[in-house]
């Protein structure tokens, strides 16, 4: 497969990982196509999933995914594992998944509502 410099494919996001974090990835992005269209937009480190503007990003680690969410709102949770405000009613909120079954209802809420503020 040929690509020009500074070009990233979602399959070499996951080169080298556990198969969980690729169907775990699956999950997450079948959830999010549920509400409607969505864009994979891989970036170097990360995987930006958009709408019209960023819903979410995507790290894939060796056994794990991060999950950033954007929000309107801090969320508290024991799954939020940091909060940063990014702008006075934005917050980016970092979800550690270790297998699809993290992609649940709760999940799926927040991924709904962060596809809402993306439109």
């Known amino acids: 497969?040929?690509?020009?410099?500074g070009e990233h494919t979602v399959r070499e996001h996951f080169e080298g990982k556990d198969p969980a974090v690729r169907k775990t990835y699956d999950k997450l992005l079948e959830a999010l196509?549920?509400?409607?269209?969505v864009i994979e937009d891989p970036k170097?480190?990360?995987?930006?999933l958009v709408r019209k503007m960023a819903i979410?990003?995507?790290?894939?680690r060796k056994d794990h995914l991060l999950l950033t969410i954007k929000s309107d709102?801090?969320?508290?949770s024991r799954r939020v594992r940091t909060t940063e405000q990014v702008s006075a009613g934005?917050?980016?909120?970092?979800v550690k998944l270790l297998s699809p079954s993290d992609v649940d209802s709760e999940?799926?809420?927040w991924l709904r509502e962060s596809y809402e503020l993306s439109a």
Do not use: C, D, W, Y
């Open 73 to 76: 709102h801090r969320r508290m």
């Open 44 to 48: 170097k480190t990360s995987i930006h």
């Open 90 to 94: 934005r917050f980016h909120l970092e």
């Open 107 to 109: 999940l799926i809420s």
């Open 1 to 5: 497969m040929n690509k020009n410099a």
């Open 56 to 60: 979410a990003g995507v790290a894939a």
């Open 33 to 37: 196509r549920r509400m409607g269209p």
